[in-house]
């Protein structure tokens, strides 16, 4: 692969942000991504399950730190990486690196490079989009899959909600990612929101943010959309791990109708735990589900 320009967020922007006292842990020498750094959260010990975070759009590692002290409390081992053009990950400045392709590569070298077994696949919005097409490449790797607020896209539009959004940040390029997370998450200080947009100095750092919602595929001929449906017969015929499903009742994108058609198509999947005050950013009543999975899964 070519060098890739990007840019890096100076780290005196992650300084003291609240909630989040966790190390970074980077990747420099990523097969296919040389001369881009990753960053990920590794917290826990050896021995347990691996849980592996991935976060949607436009958020970052940061979401998870709710759920995080449950699940190594519990003697698991926290594995949450920023994709590229979030995060404390470099972000490539040209819109056009951000594909499908090239963010599910990037997963996939990433659990191979980390040697990631007995992972519980932990998802919520395209950390779902990305991260549901990965067992079946892979699937002795994966026991379980802990699935909040997201869908496979498989060539359809998810909704009227998503076209909303979708045209909302086309609109407004240079989004203000803290006032959008305390619009959607009423919930959240003004020092959590600010956290979300530290990842983000001015416009040019928000390539990723931009394009995410463009590379959804609601059409059958988008790249991706092919996979995504291999992926879905994948989950209703192949799967036979553990599931736990949590809804955010109020998410006007990736809510309740949505995760009701993704749970008839995950085999075996339980009702879903509901979390009536919960948005489309639901790890934000993180405890409370990471609690429930734990039980669930016993």
Same mark, same amino acid.
């Given at each position: 692969?070519?060098? =890739?320009?990007?840019?890096?967020?100076p780290?005196e922007?992650?300084?003291?942000?609240p909630?989040f006292a966790?190390k970074?842990?980077?990747?420099?020498?990523?097969a296919?991504y040389?001369g881009?750094r990753l960053h990920?959260?590794d917290?826990?010990?050896?021995?347990?399950?691996?849980?592996?975070c991935?976060?949607?759009?436009?958020? &970052?590692?940061?979401?998870?730190?709710?759920?995080?002290p449950? +699940?190594?409390?519990?003697?698991?081992?926290?594995?949450?990486?920023?994709?590229?053009?979030?995060?404390? $990950?470099?972000k490539? @400045?040209?819109d056009? @690196?951000?594909t499908?392709? +090239?963010?599910?590569?990037?997963?996939l070298? +990433?659990? *191979?490079?980390?040697d990631?077994?007995n =992972?519980t696949?932990?998802?919520?919005? &395209?950390g779902?989009l990305?991260?549901?097409?990965?067992p /079946?490449?892979? $699937?002795a790797?994966?026991?379980r899959?802990?699935?909040?607020? #997201?869908?496979?896209a498989v060539?359809?539009?998810p909704?009227a909600g998503?076209?909303g959004?979708?045209a909302y940040? %086309?609109?407004?390029?240079?989004?203000?990612?803290?006032?959008?997370m %305390?619009r959607? #998450?009423?919930i959240? $200080?003004?020092?959590?929101?600010?956290a979300?947009?530290?990842?983000?100095?001015?416009v040019?750092? %928000?390539?990723?943010v931009?394009?995410?919602?463009?590379l959804?595929?609601?059409s059958?001929?988008?790249e991706?959309a092919?996979v995504?449906?291999?992926a879905? !017969?994948? &989950?209703?015929n *192949?799967w036979?791990?553990q599931?736990?499903?949590?809804?955010? /009742? %109020?998410d006007?994108?990736?809510?309740?109708?949505? /995760? !009701?058609?993704l749970?008839?198509?995950i085999?075996?999947?339980? !009702?879903?735990f509901?979390?009536l005050?919960?948005?489309?950013?639901?790890?934000? &009543?993180?405890?409370? =589900?990471?609690?429930a999975?734990?039980? $669930? +899964?016993?």
């Open positions: 692969m070519a060098r =890739i320009e990007a840019l890096r967020t780290d922007r992650f300084a003291g942000l909630g966790f970074p842990h980077y990747i420099e020498n990523l296919g040389e881009l990920t959260l917290e826990g010990r050896p021995g347990g399950h691996v849980f592996l991935l976060h949607g759009e436009p958020t &970052w590692a940061y979401l998870y730190r709710k759920m995080l449950v +699940f190594v409390a519990a003697g698991h081992r926290v594995v949450a990486p920023d994709f590229f053009g979030f995060g404390r $990950s470099d490539p @400045v040209d056009g @690196v951000y499908f392709g +090239f963010h599910r590569a990037m997963l070298r +990433f659990i *191979e490079q980390l990631l077994t =992972i696949l932990v998802v919520q919005d &395209w779902g990305l991260g549901l097409t990965l /079946m490449e892979m $699937s790797r994966f026991k899959v802990l699935v909040m607020n #997201t869908t496979l060539g359809q539009t909704g998503f076209d959004w979708k940040v %086309k609109a407004n390029p240079d989004i203000g990612v803290g006032a959008l %305390k959607a #998450t009423p959240l $200080s003004d020092a959590e929101a600010a979300y947009d530290a990842p983000f100095p001015d040019r750092y %928000k390539a990723g931009r394009r995410f919602p463009e959804v595929m609601v059958p001929e988008m991706g092919d995504s449906r291999r879905a !017969a994948w &989950w209703a *192949e036979r791990g599931t736990f499903m949590a809804v955010g /009742m %109020k006007p994108v990736l809510g309740p109708p949505v /995760m !009701a058609a749970r008839q198509t085999r075996g999947c339980p !009702a879903p509901e979390v005050d919960g948005g489309h950013f639901v790890q934000e &009543w993180g405890e409370e =589900i990471a609690r999975a734990m039980k $669930s +899964f016993g």
